[in-house]
């Protein structure tokens, strides 16, 4: 494109019309919107304080900054509005079934285990595959690939029913906050003997903004002092009323460890579903859903376990999802067996595709390899631009002056890197909850699955971050790399340990807050005048001790007369002290302050910094 030159120093106007940008646009992105030539925007932005160059991708702030100078009105399309745009230009609609009501056919239940931990969902989530392992013929050693699908008999009929199991929230609102509905209903496990505990309401409130039915296992009924009712008493205050009480929620009581009631929890889910949901999908569309878990395997290269929503997924499928694509060349199911096909509500481990995809990400399949290929770039072109326009430092001659003047912001920036999507979600929102007050601010500024590369390193030197290794390790040049930039690379294989250290390095970048500790009390029994020194209080410690050089105030008749007061000197009979105790005379002599009387009680403290909670 041509752009016309705009000479004079003139800038383009927009008279209001809008620009749309995604996010992470650069000047040259904004200036073949507008038809400008991109130098002049550069100008721009010099005139506003910014240098920015015409290439490098800039904030939505920037670019809000750039539109009002110009009067454009700016919209900045989201990642989810700008994926579903890029899938239109193929002629992909993610999410809704191909076909009319005709094509729809009934599919399982996904579901999620949630609650307070040590409620038992691990172990629910154990028992409820064992009851089920028996039954199954091939036997086989079941693998975790993060979901796995069972069957239950409810009146006379097998129904299937898919659990993700990776117990907790973390990974349910990871998946929601990209916009991905893995789940239909979660089973909320309350321990019988503890009953409602913050994490049980949290995962509530998580299901209930999701729109997700619950159904509630009452765990752990084998246990001396367990409570099933009372549990259902404290859950309506929480708007669950239980079913046999009028209301529309099953409590099953169940207990995972001696696996009492497991089927009956099972077919409390299959009615849940039928009375409240209407489960359906197309089997026959080319399959779509979202990555649930995927990891870098040494001999399989990525794979990632899948669930799929809508379609069939078969071996030979040219597939997409999030920045990875690849040719379907085997898909697994979780007792580890090979299968040619996967339908609705089936979790299936799939090899073959080219990177890791994140948990969370849809997937789609594609005619063609090169369609696959090409949105599989456009996404991870859009993902390095989006991590690049969140990790600029904004290079702001007012900022940078005010910044350097005040010193008053602090940002530690990170860089994620671990060995399955699963486990880097779960750190990055386990981090993202640190709440360490509001002066310092935690930035992720990219995260992915793999081993920790000289991009990695590159992105970190470029933006003082920290690399985190989570169970992986650095790749070819990239430890040379690191240490020739300076880039600090930490290791971890614990969760907590990484949590642990990154909360200590906050705090220890917070600026240190003081607290006042009292010293102790003396009361001045005797003024002497000196004309070499000034006035110089013969005083009685009568509480704890005075300390040369510490803090003091004056106080006469209980109010404070003086503030900002030091012990200058202090004197045992002719001799310096460095402390008088309590019941001990002395000599005082206040910094800068003659006003002293007989009765005045002089109060010594220390600021000691305060060790933060
Ligand atoms: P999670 O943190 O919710 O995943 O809880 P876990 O599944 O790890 O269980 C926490 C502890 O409670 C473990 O020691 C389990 O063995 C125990 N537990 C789980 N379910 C039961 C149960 O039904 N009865 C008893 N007695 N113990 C249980």
Redesign the pocket.
Known sequence: MQAPSIGGGMLPRGNGQTVRLSRGASLTDFAEKINANPASLVQVMFNLGEMVTATQSVSDETLKLLADEMNYVLEIVSPEEEDRELLESFDIEFGEDEGGEDALVARPPVVTVM?????????????IRKTNVAADEAGGITQHIGAYQVTTAVNGEDRAITFIDT??HEAFTAMRARGAKSTDIAIL?V?ANDGVMPQTVEALNHAKAADVPIVVAV?????DGADPMKVRGQLTEYGLLAEEFGGDTMFVD?????G?NIDGLLEAVILTADAALDLRANPDQDAQGIAIEAHLDRGRGAVATVLVQRGTLRVGDTMVAGDAYGRVRAMLDDNGNNVEEAGPSAPVLVLGLTSVPGAGDNFIVVDEDRTARQIAEKRAARERNAAFAKNRRRISLEDLDMVLKEGQVQQLNLILKGDASGSVEALESSLLQLDVGDEVDLRILHRGVGAVTEHDINLAAGSDAIVIGFNVRAEGRATSLAEREGVDVRYYSVIYQVIEEIEAALKGMLKPEYEEVQLGTAEIREVFRSSKFGNIAGCLVRTGLVRRNAKARLVRDGSVVAENLSIDTLRRFKDDATEVREGFECGIKLSNYNDIKVDDVIETFEMREKPRV
């Not at 609650?115 to 028992?127: E, I, N, P």
């Not at 765990?219 to 246990?223: E, G, M, Q």
């Open positions: 609650g307070h931990v040590d409620h038992g969902k691990t172990r629910l989530l154990d028992a117990p907790g496990v321990a765990n752990k009924i084998d246990v169940i207990s995972a460890k001696e009492i």
